[in-house]
C-alpha cells in the first residue's frame, strides 16, 4: 500500500469496514424505528423484481436476485417507516420559535408528516388545513404573482420520474424555467464538464463494466458510507486482480479494507479484502494537479518511446479519431511543472508516476468520483481532467471502462431527466409545447445560487420545494434563512419535519407526502413509479408498506392537484393524470428522448438502459469529436485572494486552513440519524474537527480542545460556528474536515464553482481560534 502523510490517529478507527458491525448496526437500526416487522419486509423487498427502489442512494443493481440492501440502505427505510406522527395535534403543541430551537435530529425524530397544516402566524403555529384549501393558497398566490418569474421550484433528487415530469410540466406551463435542484450542490460540474467535452452530462460506464475493468481509480468518494452497494463491486473487482487506486483527502476505512456482510467468513471472522491496491491522500482541491503530473508522465514516456523506436503507449488511433485539440492540451501539459503539481496536489512526482504505472498497465480503466471533486471553484476543470486522461488511452466507450460520476440522491438523475433543469434544451421544449399545447419559457431560470439571491433581494416571492431541506442543505446559513424568510409562501412537500418548514415569511404550508416504501392507491389502483440510477437504468418502484395516515397523498398527486387548481383552461386533463400514472408515461415518451415504448420496456426484468451517446462514440458536442480541455491548473487552490489574506492574517498570526465539509456514517445529508460516526471512530459527537496532530499542536490545540471556526472571504461579513472539538486524524497538513450541515454557515454564498455555481463545500478557507471557555461548550 502506498502512503503519505502519515499521521496516526489516537482514535479507535476500525481495521475494517462492513461486516458484523455492519450487520449489527442494520438489526438496530430496524428494531429502533418502532416498526420492525414491516421494516424488515421493506428491505428484503428493496431493490429487488416488483420491490421498491432503495431510497439511499443512485448506485445500480444486478438483476441476479439476492438481496441488495445494505447498512445506510436500511437505515433510511427505517427513518421513513416510523410509527410517530407528526400531525395538526403536533403543531398544537408546539410554537415554530420554540420548533426552530430544536435540533435537525429532533426534528426529524418526531416522526412522519401526516396532515397538511398551514401557517398562521398571530398563533405560530402550523393548523390543520384541508388539502383543497391548500391547492387554492398556492393558486391564489401563483396567480397574484406580477410574473411567473417570481416562483422559484426547488426539487430535491427522491421525487420519482412521473412526479418531476409532471413539476416541471407545470412550472413551464405556469411560465417559468426557475428549477433549482439538489444537483446544483452536488453532481452541477460534472455535468457541465462532460456535456462540453463528450457531449452528454452523465456518466458513460455500466455496472457490469466494474467486472471488466482491470483499473479502477477512485476520486474524492467516500462510497463505505455513501454507496456502500458500490462496495460489493469494488471488493469484488479487487478480489478479481483488478487494482483500484484510491485519491481521497482522507483515509477512508472501507476504502483501504473491506468486509462483505454478504460473506460469512468476511462477516465472521477479522478477515477482509484489501480494497486499495494504492491510496493516496491529495490535498484539499489537489486532485487536478494529481491528474495533470499523471498525464505528464504518460505523455513523456510515450514521447520517450517514440524516440527510442519503441510502441506508443497512447492511443492515437482513438485520439486522432475520435477527438480534437490533442495539440493544445499536450502543450499546457508540458507546461505544467512538477513543482506546481506537487506543491498543489500535496503528492510527491514519484507516488504521481506510480499512479500513472498502475492506469498504463491496465487496458481498461473506470474513474469514478463525487464530491470531493465536485463540491470545489474548479471542479469543472478537475472533470475535464479527468476526461483528458481517459482520452488519452480511448477508455470511452470500451467495456471495462468509462467515466463513473456517482450520484448521490437515488432519483437525481432521472430528474434531470425529466426536464428538472433551469436551462431546458429547446428540442424539449419544443416537444413539450407540442403535447401541452402551452407556449414554453425560452428564457434561462434560476439554480440555487439565483433563486436565494432572488429571495435575498425580494425578486422572487413564492418557493414551492418538492422535497428536500433547502434550509440546511444550502450554503451560508444565515443567507439562505434570510432567503426563506423573505418568502411570501413557502411550501414544503415533505416526509419528516424539517428547518425548512420553519423559515417562514408570510404564508407557509407542509404538504405531507408519501415515501418511495409506501403503497401508492390512486383512481385506477395501486401505481408504481420509475427512477434512473447512475448507469442510466430505469426501472419500476411500487411500494410494499401501508402509509400512516389516509391523508398522506403522493406526490404525484399533490403536484398534479397544484397544477389543476392554478392553471386555467389547460390543455391537460391533470385529474387523470393522477388517477392513473400510465398516462404520465405515455406523455413522457412523447417529449423524452430514449422513453418510447416506456411501459413496455419497463416491463423487461430489471428495466431497460436508456443508453448513452458517448459510450457508443456518438460525439454530440460542438466539434462533434471527443474534446480534450486545455485548462490551466488553478493559480490558487483557494477561492481568494489568498497571497493578500496569508499577509493580513499573518501579522494577526493567524494560520489559513482549508476545511472540507462531509457526511458522517449516520446521516443522511440533512437528515442526521445519529451521533455516531463508526468508520472514522468518532462516537456520540457532531461538532468534530479532523486535524493533523502536527498542526494541532503547532496551534497549541490538543486533542479534545475546543474551537471556534471562522471563514475568510473578502466581504466583511463574519461567518464563524463555534464549540468544535479537536480531533486528531490522518489528514494532510493545513487541511480540514467537518460535517455538513453543521459547517454550511462557513460557506460563503458567492464561493461558488466555476460555471457550476455548486458552492464550495469541500475548500473552505477558515482561521481557528480555542474557544474562549475551553472544554466547556
Ligand atoms: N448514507 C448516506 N448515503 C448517501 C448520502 C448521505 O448523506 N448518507 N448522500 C447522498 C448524496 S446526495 C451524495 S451527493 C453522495 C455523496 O457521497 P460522497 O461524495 O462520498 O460524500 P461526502 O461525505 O461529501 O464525501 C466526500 C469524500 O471526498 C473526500 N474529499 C473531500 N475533498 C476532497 C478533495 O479535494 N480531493 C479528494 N481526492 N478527496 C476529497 C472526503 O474525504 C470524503 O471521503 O452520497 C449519497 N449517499
Ligand atoms: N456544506 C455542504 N453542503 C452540502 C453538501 C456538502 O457535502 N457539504 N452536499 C450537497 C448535496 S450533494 C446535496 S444533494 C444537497 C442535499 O439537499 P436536499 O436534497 O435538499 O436535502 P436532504 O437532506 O436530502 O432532504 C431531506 C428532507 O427530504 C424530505 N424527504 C425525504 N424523503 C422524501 C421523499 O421521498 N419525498 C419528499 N417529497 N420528501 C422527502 C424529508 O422531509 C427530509 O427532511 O445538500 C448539499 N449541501
Ligand atoms: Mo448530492
Wanted: neutral net charge.
Amino acid at each position: 500500500m502506498t502512503n503519505n502523510n502519515s499521521n496516526k490517529s489516537p482514535h479507535n478507527k476500525p481495521a475494517k469496514a462492513g461486516g458484523f458491525s455492519s450487520l449489527k448496526s442494520t438489526l438496530k437500526h430496524i428494531i429502533q424505528s418502532q416498526q420492525p416487522q414491516t421494516n424488515l419486509k421493506s428491505l428484503l423487498i428493496a431493490n429487488t423484481k416488483d420491490g421498491f427502489d432503495c431510497p439511499g442512494c443512485a448506485w445500480g443493481d444486478k438483476q441476479e436476485g439476492f438481496l441488495h440492501f445494505c447498512e445506510n440502505g436500511a437505515k433510511a427505510i427505517a427513518w421513513e417507516s416510523t410509527s410517530k406522527k407528526v400531525d395538526a395535534k403536533f403543531f398544537t403543541e408546539h410554537t415554530v420559535s420554540q420548533l426552530l430551537k430544536q435540533s435537525d435530529y429532533w426534528l426529524e425524530y418526531q416522526g412522519r408528516l401526516t396532515q397538511p397544516v398551514k401557517y398562521n402566524k398571530h398563533t405560530d403555529k402550523y393548523e390543520a388545513v384541508s388539502w383543497k384549501s391548500a391547492f387554492s393558497l398556492i393558486a391564489e398566490h401563483l396567480n397574484g404573482l406580477s410574473s411567473p418569474d417570481q416562483a422559484e421550484f426547488y426539487t430535491s433528487g427522491r421525487a420519482s420520474n412521473e412526479a418531476s415530469f409532471l413539476y416541471q410540466l407545470f412550472g413551464r406551463m405556469y411560465g417559468t424555467n426557475n428549477f433549482p435542484d439538489c444537483s446544483n450542490m452536488c453532481h452541477e460540474a460534472s455535468g457541465v464538464a462532460l456535456k462540453e467535452t463528450i457531449g452528454i452530462g452523465k456518466g458513460t460506464v455500466i455496472l457490469e463494466d466494474f467486472d471488466k475493468a482491470d483499473a479502477i481509480f477512485v476520486f474524492g468518494q467516500n462510497p463505505g458510507t455513501n454507496h456502500p452497494r458500490m462496495m460489493n463491486a469494488l471488493r469484488s473487482a479487487a478480489r478479481n486482480g483488478c487494482k483500484i487506486v484510491t485519491f481521497n483527502n482522507l483515509k477512508e476505512v472501507a476504502l483501504e479494507r473491506f468486509a462483505s456482510p454478504q460473506d460469512p467468513i468476511e462477516l465472521l471472522t477479522p478477515s477482509a479484502t484489501t480494497i486499495s491496491h494504492a491510496y493516496y491522500t491529495p490535498r484539499l482541491g489537489g486532485d487536478m494537479a494529481a491528474i495533470r503530473g499523471m498525464v505528464k508522465v504518460i505523455l513523456t514516456k510515450n514521447k520517450d518511446n517514440l524516440a527510442k523506436g519503441l510502441p506508443e503507449i497512447i492511443d492515437s488511433d482513438f485520439i486522432n479519431q475520435h477527438s480534437v485539440n490533442f495539440e493544445d492540451y499536450s502543450n499546457i501539459v508540458q507546461n505544467s511543472c512538477w513543482q506546481t503539481i506537487e506543491q498543489q496536489s500535496g503528492l510527491t512526482q514519484q507516488q504521481i508516476t506510480n499512479a500513472a504505472e498502475v492506469y498504463l498497465q491496465a487496458k481498461c480503466v473506470i474513474c469514478t468520483w463525487a464530491m470531493g471533486i465536485t463540491q470545489h471553484k474548479h471542479s469543472v476543470a478537475t472533470i475535464q481532467e479527468l476526461v483528458n486522461l481517459q482520452l488519452l488511452k480511448g477508455h470511452i466507450g470500451k467495456p471495462g471502462a468509462g467515466l463513473c460520476p456517482v450520484r448521490g440522491h437515488s432519483n437525481v438523475q432521472g430528474n434531470r431527466t425529466m426536464g428538472i433543469n433551469e436551462k431546458p434544451p429547446a428540442d424539449f421544449l419544443n416537444k413539450q409545447a407540442l403535447v401541452s399545447q402551452h407556449d414554453m419559457p425560452k428564457n434561462f431560470g434560476h439554480n440555487v445560487y439565483y433563486a436565494l439571491n432572488a429571495f435575498l433581494n425580494k425578486k422572487s416571492k413564492v418557493l414551492i420545494c418538492l422535497g428536500g431541506n433547502i434550509a440546511q442543505a444550502a450554503p451560508d446559513t444565515e443567507q439562505t434563512h434570510q432567503a426563506l424568510n423573505n418568502t411570501e409562501l413557502n411550501v414544503q412537500i415533505s416526509t419528516k419535519l424539517n428547518r425548512s418548514h420553519l423559515l417562514i415569511g408570510k404564508d407557509a404550508l407542509i404538504l405531507p407526502c408519501l415515501g418511495r416504501t409506501e403503497i401508492d392507491r390512486q383512481a385506477s389502483g395501486e401505481q408504481k413509479i420509475t427512477v434512473e440510477d447512475t448507469f442510466s437504468m430505469v426501472h419500476a418502484s411500487k411500494g410494499k408498506v401501508e402509509p400512516l395516515s389516509k391523508d398522506i397523498r403522493s406526490e404525484t398527486n399533490i403536484v398534479a392537484n397544484i397544477a389543476k387548481t392554478t392553471l386555467v383552461d389547460s390543455a391537460i386533463d391533470w385529474q387523470s393524470m393522477t388517477d392513473d400514472y400510465t398516462k404520465i408515461r405515455a406523455l413522457i415518451s412523447n417529449v423524452v428522448d430514449g422513453f418510447d415504448d416506456f411501459e413496455t420496456k419497463l416491463k423487461q426484468a430489471g428495466g431497460f438502459y436508456l443508453g448513452n451517446s458517448a459510450a457508443d462514440k456518438n460525439w454530440y458536442t460542438q466539434s462533434k469529436k471527443a474534446q480534450f480541455t486545455a485548462n490551466e491548473l488553478p493559480e490558487h487552490l483557494m477561492h481568494v485572494n489568498i497571497d493578500e489574506l496569508t499577509q493580513e492574517n499573518a501579522q494577526k498570526h493567524q494560520k489559513i486552513f482549508t476545511l472540507q465539509s462531509l457526511r458522517s456514517h449516520d446521516q443522511y445529508n440533512t437528515t442526521i440519524y445519529g451521533m455516531n460516526d463508526r468508520y472514522r471512530g468518532v462516537e456520540n459527537e457532531r461538532k468534530v474537527l479532523f486535524i493533523n496532530e502536527k498542526d494541532a499542536k503547532k496551534q497549541g490545540l490538543d486533542d479534545g480542545d475546543l474551537v471556534d471556526v471562522t471563514s475568510i472571504w473578502h466581504n466583511n461579513q463574519t461567518r464563524s460556528v463555534s464549540g468544535f472539538k479537536v480531533f486528531y486524524y490522518d489528514i494532510p497538513r493545513d487541511n480540514l474536515a467537518a460535517y455538513y450541515p453543521e459547517t454550511n454557515p462557513l460557506v460563503p454564498l458567492d464561493s461558488y464553482g466555476d460555471r457550476s455555481f455548486t458552492p464550495t463545500s469541500k475548500s473552505i478557507p477558515v482561521i481557528l481560534t480555542k474557544a474562549v471557555d475551553n472544554r466547556i461548550i
